[in-house]
């Protein structure tokens, strides 16, 4: 996890098996804006005033027959699919909201607000019709540039995982870095914004210190806790352990911890979060650790843990100790959960790695393997075809049998679309980041063709995503949030 590119770092069966042709359904922060933000639809412009709950046609959370995106990935499976959607058509920009820093987490859509997290330690609610804000929450100063001590590529450093909404406690909850490196969950009335939980995350070990941690991946809730997972700053500096950790979501009770039994770095800082399975155990991936030679020191892994954050399971390719010493590990993208007891995945190294989730298998226990791409960001999942974030050639498309222990690549492209993949309306949905002006493709899920190309007018944070809900989508960028319509 050395290189700037690397770290700028119930119903889930059935949104696993979604097919995508039927599922109707970076760089450095911007400069500050304004806090109240504004909103542009479709280039005219337009007040910045913020809008009353009634003017969205209902508060947040109250879902009126909407579809919803509340979680990175729509769904705890973190597949990235969303189901209910109309056929997509041409799309073409809704409206633009410029918000107080860059957004790095994918926006969430529930009800008829979206909710965007800034690098400036704030919280929108926008109105998902027209981009207006319903409610902003400021949470605190984050971490300026010159107190990262030369490391890290996100200037400054606030809230950079997505947020998660808990329908249970009508809260959205978001982990926000700030000023002497505390790591605080918030949970925020889906009404107002108002804080009803505040509770720190406790990092400080012998091993790690929180003044080089960095909280990239996307929040999960399961089992009334939140969990939060972290890794380190670009550059890998600093005395570091990538860590999960579980509060519970009412912010009373004890936390519950998980570090990488590596004696420094082993990142957990893949952007989609841990991945929720079977039994309600959560599923990560680990980056490069301190060991080069044997003994085996748990980096370089995929790992399921217990929902009190106890390791179940794991798997390590054989090529561990020259990962870790080449920056080569597992860590850029989540463990995608697929059909039949099985998971794929795929690393900077580029080695595709099917694996049993029910005996992952230990070092050098995959299924089966294939060479596929240096993949960054998040997967999406369609029952049995992975459709994996490429940061280069273009995304891949995957499918996998875990009963032939067979890995087959169907399709690549377009070669500029580096974006993290998302499914629905009958297509596959990517962005563009790496060219410095954000460009959003619609791509035919079977052939990997070119239906529609927009170009977005805004840089994009690195491991780009988007989300997607009543027929458009909202792209997260350094200037705050792009919605276009027709998705």
């Not at 450095?28 to 933000?37: D, H, L």
């Amino acid at each position: 996890m050395r290189s700037v590119r690397t770290l700028i770092p119930a119903a889930l069966l059935a949104a696993v098996a979604c097919c995508a042709a039927a599922c109707d359904g970076a760089a450095a922060s911007a400069p500050a804006r304004p806090a109240a933000g504004s909103a542009t639809a479709s280039g005219s412009p337009s007040p910045a005033a913020p809008a009353s709950p009634a003017a969205t046609g209902g508060r947040t959370g109250a879902t009126g027959g909407r579809t919803e995106w509340p979680t990175f990935g729509q769904n705890a499976a973190r597949t990235g699919a969303a189901p209910g959607l109309p056929r997509a058509g041409k799309p073409g920009i809704q409206w633009r909201a410029r918000l107080d820093g860059a957004v790095y987490g994918q926006p969430l859509v529930v009800g008829g607000d979206v909710i965007a997290a800034t690098e400036n330690d704030s919280v929108y609610a926008l109105n998902s019709s027209t981009g207006r804000v319903v409610w902003r929450k400021h949470l605190g100063t984050p971490v300026p540039r010159n107190a990262l001590h030369g490391c890290g590529d996100i200037f400054p450093l606030g809230i950079t995982g997505t947020p998660v909404y808990d329908q249970a406690t009508r809260l959205v909850y978001a982990v926000a870095e700030t000023t002497g490196y505390r790591f605080t969950l918030f949970g925020l009335s889906d009404r107002d914004g108002a804080v009803r939980v505040r509770r720190a995350f406790d990092l400080a070990t012998s091993r790690n210190d929180p003044a080089w941690d960095q909280q990239r991946p996307g929040l999960t809730i399961g089992g009334g806790r939140v969990y939060a997972a972290f890794g380190g700053l670009t550059g890998d500096c600093g005395a570091y352990v990538g860590a999960v950790a579980g509060l519970p979501a009412s912010g009373r009770g004890a936390q519950v911890t998980f570090f990488t039994p590596t004696a420094r770095e082993g990142a957990v800082w893949a952007t989609a979060g841990p991945v929720t399975g079977a039994g309600g155990n959560l599923w990560i991936s680990a980056g490069n650790g301190a060991a080069e030679s044997p003994p085996y020191d748990g980096s370089d892994s995929v790992s399921e843990l217990s929902p009190a954050l106890r390791r179940a399971a794991f798997f390590s390719p054989s090529t561990w100790a020259d990962d870790n010493a080449g920056d080569q590990d597992l860590g850029s993208t989540q463990p995608a959960l697929t059909p039949g007891n099985s998971a794929l995945i795929v690393g900077k190294r580029g080695t595709g790695y099917l694996l049993d989730t029910r005996r992952p298998g230990g070092i050098g226990g995959q299924l089966a393997q294939l060479g596929i791409c240096p993949a960054y960001g998040a997967a999406a999942v369609s029952g049995s075809t992975v459709y994996e974030p490429c940061q280069a050639g273009g995304t891949a498309a995957v499918s996998v049998d875990a009963a032939t222990r067979r890995i087959r690549l169907l399709w690549r492209g377009p070669a500029a679309a580096d974006g993290s993949p998302v499914l629905g309306g009958g297509a596959v949905w990517v962005t563009s980041y790496a060219s410095g002006s954000g460009v959003l493709y619609e791509l035919d899920p079977r052939t990997g063709t070119i239906r529609h190309e927009l170009g977005l007018g805004e840089a994009l944070p690195h491991f780009s995503s988007l989300s997607l809900a009543d027929g458009s989508a909202y792209v997260s960028a350094l200037t705050g949030v792009v919605a276009v319509r027709g998705a």
